[in-house]
């Protein structure tokens, strides 16, 4: 199966640490970029409003019990095998594919510079000595795919999934494109279960959310040094 991501990647993590620190961001950055930051919104507010109404028509995996109220859907599809939806929040991108290879009981490659991540959230999250793969993503998900289906954009998402009306209001208010909503395959499922991503410096394993945690506090602890 492919594995895609749908959504802006960190942004809600960015956006509570831009409200904590707003003083220090508007001193550092232009008012043209802070507006950039706060149009991301809109992606926010649409990939929300779709995994949402993908929640409502999906069942849960049996068998997989993940922590935090966090759930892996399986949504069946005309002539097709099931499509597996991660929705995203504490411990990000890697918490959610580790979490979507367990629901599939399977292993995945990922390539890191393949996830959309805006280029506004990825200088306030540096600023603010946070990581966005590793950020908090409420309202984003990942969703696997069967490699049959072609999906190439999110507007051929939303019409095989019959829910081009999830997102008119939106895109008409704002004059966006669906083409804006960061949707991106980025991997795709192995046979096993090695989880892995491919990095600028090489490959990296994934771990398990609770190993994750920790390494996560440890991070922090070694940038307050």
């Not at 859907?73 to 991108?93: K, N, W």
């Not at 979490?99 to 805006?118: F, H, M, S, T, Y």
């Amino acid at each position: 199966m492919n594995i895609y991501t749908f959504g802006s990647i960190g942004y809600s993590e960015a956006k509570r640490l831009f409200s904590e620190n707003e003083g220090l961001c508007r001193a550092r950055f232009a008012e043209f970029f802070i507006n950039q930051f706060t149009a991301i919104e809109t992606i926010h507010q649409t990939s929300g409003a779709v995994l949402d109404y993908m929640i409502k028509h999906a069942e849960p995996v049996e068998g997989v019990p993940l922590e935090e109220g966090q759930f892996v859907f399986r949504a069946a599809l005309p002539g097709t095998d099931q499509i597996c939806i991660c929705p995203l929040s504490e411990g990000g991108i890697y918490r959610g594919l580790w979490e979507l290879g367990a629901a599939l009981n399977c292993g995945l490659q990922a390539d890191v510079l393949k996830i959309p991540v805006d280029q506004e959230v990825v200088e306030i999250m540096e600023l603010l000595n946070s990581d966005p793969y590793e950020a908090d993503s409420e309202g984003c998900f990942l969703i696997a795919l069967p490699e049959s289906l072609h999906i190439e954009s999110a507007e051929e998402l939303l019409k095989m999934l019959h829910m081009e009306t999830v997102t008119t209001s939106v895109t008409k208010q704002e004059n966006s494109a669906l083409n804006d909503l960061n949707f991106a395959c980025i991997g795709h499922t192995i046979k096993g279960k090695t989880r892995t991503l491919k990095m600028p410096e090489g490959i990296r394993y994934l771990t398990p959310p609770g190993r994750q945690s920790r390494d996560m506090a440890a991070k922090k602890a070694d940038r307050g040094n």
